[in-house]
């Protein structure tokens, strides 16, 4: 009963305060396209695929929250980046979930032989629903047991489905010697898309990010890098900010008689998200062709027992060089 009223608790001050708050990853490298359309195809290779699973929320209503997401991106000639992802979010005991399937374009124009301005844009297509399969009502007793032949008398919650459109840019600055950085900025949800879900009109609320990413190359010679990192993202009238990020560490086998580099790397890091969670971060990159990161939140804020203190993040990348 306590796990009932707590998932119908949640979905109650889900749909009147938080106005279907997006769906989002830890590992924001892995999810690029969450933070900024402009991001789309930002990487060095050819393409990448990304599948992710992200695992949290166990200990409020003894069901965890399910978030799955597979992405497949090009970065075509340098310039274009195209990019499909399909996210899955299952939300509670009752699996209140959400479908989403978002196609991403970007462009990059060079300023100069250091600078360079990116736009991007992403249509999306969103389902909201609750499967309501395997809930049972106590109109249904007939007795003895629960008799799932009885009508339980309930009026279902409509499923919603909406189209939407966003946007981002983003400044990219390239020094070789030194460090490179990413600072962009991006809209989701410009098209103010409305849905009716039991009876309530919602208009989904813009969310805006913010993003500052650094390479620091002054030990490019050397097996290390640094990368940190700032986000901030608003929507509605929640704010998350993150800093934090990451040491990188060159190892492996450079061949002695070609150019090709078998170089692998490991990642370590964190991130503090402010007022909630503390994030530890490792990654794998096995010559540079396949990835494996893991990360934990540790709950900071109230929401926080002795049991249960953080959420599990999995995500695994091919790069086509």
Same mark, same amino acid.
């Given at each position: 009963?306590?796990?009932?009223?707590?998932?119908?608790?949640?979905?109650?001050?889900?749909?009147?305060?938080?106005? *279907?708050?997006?769906?989002?990853?830890?590992?924001?490298?892995?999810?690029?396209?969450?933070?900024?359309?402009?991001?789309?195809?930002?990487?060095? #290779?050819?393409?990448?695929?990304?599948?992710?699973?992200?695992?949290?929320?166990? $200990?409020?209503?003894?069901?965890? !929250?399910?978030?799955?997401?597979?992405?497949?991106?090009?970065?075509?000639?340098?310039?274009?980046? @195209?990019?499909?992802?399909?996210?899955?979010?299952?939300?509670?005991?009752?699996?209140?979930?959400?479908?989403?399937?978002?196609?991403?374009?970007?462009?990059?124009?060079?300023?100069?032989?250091?600078?360079?301005?990116?736009?991007?844009?992403?249509?999306?297509? &969103?389902?909201?629903?609750?499967? %309501? /399969?395997?809930?049972?009502?106590?109109?249904?007793?007939?007795?003895? #047991?629960?008799?799932?032949?009885?009508?339980? /008398?309930? @009026?279902?919650?409509?499923?919603?489905?909406?189209?939407?459109?966003?946007?981002?840019?983003?400044?990219?600055?390239?020094? =070789?010697?030194?460090?490179?950085?990413?600072?962009?900025?991006?809209?989701?949800?410009?098209?103010? =898309?409305?849905?009716?879900?039991?009876?309530?009109?919602?208009?989904? =609320?813009?969310?805006?990010?913010?993003?500052?990413?650094?390479? +620091?190359?002054?030990?490019?010679?050397?097996?290390?890098?640094? $990368?940190?990192?700032?986000?901030? #993202?608003?929507?509605? !009238?929640?704010?998350?900010?993150?800093?934090?990020?990451?040491?990188?560490?060159?190892?492996?086998?450079?061949?002695?008689?070609?150019?090709?580099?078998?170089?692998? %790397?490991?990642?370590?890091?964190?991130?503090?998200?402010?007022?909630?969670?503390?994030?530890?971060?490792?990654? +794998?990159?096995?010559?540079?062709? @396949?990835?494996?990161?893991?990360?934990?939140?540790?709950?900071?804020?109230?929401? *926080?027992?002795?049991?249960?203190?953080? /959420? &599990? #993040?999995?995500?695994?990348?091919?790069?086509?060089?």
């Amino acid at each position: 009963m306590r796990k009932l009223f707590y998932s119908i608790l949640l979905l109650i001050i889900g749909s009147i305060f938080c106005s *279907a708050q997006d769906i989002g990853f830890a590992q924001h490298e892995q999810s690029e396209m969450l933070i900024n359309p402009a991001l789309t195809g930002n990487f060095e #290779e050819h393409g990448r695929a990304i599948l992710h699973y992200r695992n949290q929320w166990k $200990h409020i209503t003894g069901t965890a !929250y399910n978030t799955f997401g597979a992405s497949i991106e090009a970065n075509l000639i340098d310039k274009f980046g @195209v990019g499909i992802q399909f996210l899955k979010d299952q939300t509670g005991i009752h699996n209140y979930s959400t479908n989403q399937l978002n196609s991403s374009f970007s462009l990059q124009t060079e300023l100069n032989s250091m600078n360079y301005l990116g736009f991007g844009v992403q249509l999306s297509w &969103t389902q909201k629903y609750i499967d %309501y /399969g395997d809930q049972t009502w106590n109109s249904q007793y007939d007795g003895f #047991e629960i008799n799932t032949e009885i009508p339980t /008398g309930e @009026v279902n919650i409509n499923t919603i489905q909406f189209v939407d459109v966003s946007a981002g840019w983003v400044w990219k600055y390239k020094n =070789p010697s030194f460090f490179n950085f990413d600072i962009g900025i991006g809209a989701y949800h410009l098209s103010r =898309p409305k849905y009716t879900q039991s009876s309530l009109e919602t208009v989904v =609320p813009m969310r805006w990010t913010g993003m500052v990413n650094v390479d +620091l190359l002054q030990w490019q010679n050397s097996q290390v890098t640094i $990368h940190p990192s700032l986000r901030i #993202e608003n929507q509605d !009238y929640q704010t998350q900010t993150t800093i934090g990020g990451y040491t990188k560490i060159k190892f492996g086998l450079n061949s002695k008689y070609t150019d090709f580099y078998k170089n692998s %790397y490991f990642q370590i890091g964190g991130y503090y998200t402010v007022n909630q969670t503390l994030t530890s971060y490792l990654r +794998l990159d096995y010559i540079s062709i @396949v990835s494996a990161t893991f990360t934990y939140d540790f709950i900071v804020s109230d929401l *926080a027992t002795s049991t249960n203190m953080g /959420g &599990t #993040e999995i995500s695994i990348a091919y790069y086509l060089k």
